[in-house]
């Protein structure tokens, strides 16, 4: 099984120029995406695979997947840390 992530539904968001000001309703905590969080936000638009965000990743950065798949793996658990992205297994 491989894990899908996708933006969970209660988050309210808007793009700041390069940038995604997300926060959950009934929190104080406001959270600014950027760089590559906020180019993992805007793939997670849909549900994705992990290995689809790893080489979707890839290609716009151009860089060999295997380079920097950890950082987008610890990108998606600093996001579903913060409750802004859901994990479950396809």
């Keep these: 099984?491989?894990?899908v992530y996708g933006r969970a539904d209660q988050v309210l968001h808007r793009n700041a120029g390069p940038d995604v000001v997300a926060m959950l309703p009934g929190e104080g905590d406001?959270?600014?995406?950027s760089g590559p969080a906020a180019v993992v936000w805007e793939l997670l638009s849909e549900e994705a695979a992990l290995d689809g965000l790893i080489h979707a990743m890839a290609d716009l950065y151009d860089r060999p997947a295997e380079e920097i798949a950890a950082s987008v793996e610890t990108c998606l658990n600093d996001l579903a840390s913060r409750r802004l992205v859901e994990m479950h297994r396809a």
Excluded: G, K
Aim: net charge neutral; proline share 0%; glycine share 0%.
């Design 30 to 33: 406001v959270h600014l995406l």
């Design 1 to 3: 099984m491989s894990a």
